[in-house]
Each structure stands twice: as C-alpha cells, then as structure tokens.
C-alpha cells in the first residue's frame, strides 16, 4: 500500500514539475510573416486596401506599380501597354514579410499566377486562338456574372459564341464595375465606357476583377450549346434561351 502511495505521490510530482516548466517556458517569438486572403473576385483596388489595412501598401501603391521592363514576369507577356494588374492578382491565401516590399508582393502573387496556369491549361489557351489578356478578360466577367461552377463553362461558350459574331455580350457584371454598385439600372446600359459591353461590342478595355480558377478554366474550355442568352433567376438558377423572344419570356417570368 505505501509503494502504491508513493507512486502516485511521484506522478503527481513530476506532473507538477512538467505543468511548471510549461508555464515558465517562454512564448514562441512573435511571427514575422502576415497571412491575407485575397477572394476570388476581388479587383486591384480591394486587394490593395486589404494591403494596406495589413500595414504593407499606402494608396495607390499597387494601382500605380510599375515594373523594371527587364525585369517584368513572363506571365505578363501580351499585356497592352500601360494596362494594371487587374486580372493578374490571384486569388489566394498569402504569407508575406511584415517588411516586403510591393515588388516583393506583386512579384509572389504572380508568380502563383503561373504556377496555377498548368501546362494543360496553356496548350488550351495556344489551341483556343485566344491571348492570355484576352482568357483573363473574360473571365473576369464569368467571376462576376456566374456564381455557379456547374454554369460557367456553358456561360463562357456563349459569351466567346456572341464575341465572335459581333454581337455585343451585355454583361451586367461589367456596368457594375464602372459604377461601383451592385444593382444595374437601364441608364447604364448607356454610359459611354470602353467597360460597357451593352454599348460597344467585343471584350471590355481589360479585366474587371481578379478571376479564379474555376473562372480561368471556364474560358478556356467552354461548353458549346444551342443557347445565345441566359439570366440569373432570383432564387440564384441560370436560364438560358436560343432566341431574344424566349429571353423576354424568360425575363417577365423569372424577374418579375
């Protein structure tokens, strides 16, 4: 009985000891990296306010980053002269140093970027006939325009379909990104804007956010399908129609 009693008198003991070595050990030396997360969606101006609300950008200092031209990642190639970054910031999860510099950031996002564009997807983008500019572009829209993954590539076949017969995409997202609001009114449709696809035919003078993956992938391997026209319900389903007529009837029915 009394070794039964000082065995656990030891346990206790040396569980006393442990439980005070913990205590005293110091704490872990404070992290000298920031995690952010950029979603997918976000355009270069949220993404620099998240940057600076971490203490890692000022205003501006992303819109106006300009690279050494030697010096400009080949991710890049084919990007118009004087055009942002817009588009090419990767949503993501990001550690960077508390000290990093805005080449420092642009340079990782980037290089991200590429890392995502997988020899697959590059071969698709050469077969498509299409520049990377031009995939980012419209998938930019998709991002915005379709919630659903299961709907993008059907969207995207349409959108490329309407691009190349010269009929104007008149994407809603793309009026929301000239007046910063959410809600579309019809006097929109008119703003004189290279942003304005209801006005002007073609893709938009660039990206209008920092599209994802699934947006990415959407453009480069669209679905084809009977359909010219399509509109989210408001319980949040896509309907799609062959002919203007039947996107009327769709109109008076789903967003009534």
Not at 64 to 92: N, Q, T
Not at 138 to 162: F, H, N, Q, T, Y
Not at 185 to 201: E, G, Q
Not at 204 to 226: C, E, M, R, T, Y
């Amino acid at each position: 009985m009394k070794k039964f009693f000082y065995f656990i008198l030891i346990l206790l003991i040396v569980f006393a000891a442990i439980v005070l070595l913990i205590r005293r050990r110091p704490a872990p030396p404070a992290s000298n990296e920031i995690s952010i997360t950029f979603p997918e969606g976000f355009t270069l101006r949220q993404i620099e306010d998240r940057l600076a609300a971490s203490g890692l950008a000022k205003k501006s200092d992303l819109a106006d980053f300009k690279f050494i031209a030697a010096a400009e990642p080949p991710v890049l190639a084919g990007r118009p002269a004087g055009a942002s970054l817009e588009g090419y910031l990767f949503p993501d999860t990001y550690r960077f140093y508390k000290n990093a510099t805005m080449t420092d950031i642009v340079y990782k996002i980037l290089a991200n970027l590429d890392e995502k564009i997988t020899p697959d997807l590059r071969l698709g983008i050469k077969n498509s006939g299409r520049n990377f500019y031009e995939i980012l572009t419209m998938a930019s829209i998709i991002e915005k325009e379709v919630p659903l993954d299961s709907d993008r590539p059907i969207i995207a076949g349409i959108l490329w379909k309407r691009l190349d017969s010269g009929v104007p995409l008149q994407a809603d997202a793309t009026l929301a990104y000239i007046t910063g609001r959410k809600n579309v009114a019809a006097a929109d449709k008119k703003i004189d804007s290279p942003y304005n696809t209801y006005l002007y035919r073609g893709l938009p003078k660039g990206p209008i956010d920092n599209p994802g993956l699934s947006a990415i992938k959407a453009v480069i391997f669209p679905q084809k399908s009977p359909y010219w026209y399509y509109l989210s319900a408001k319980d949040g389903k896509t309907i799609y129609a062959r002919t203007l007529d039947e996107q009327n009837r769709n109109r008076a029915v789903y967003l009534k």
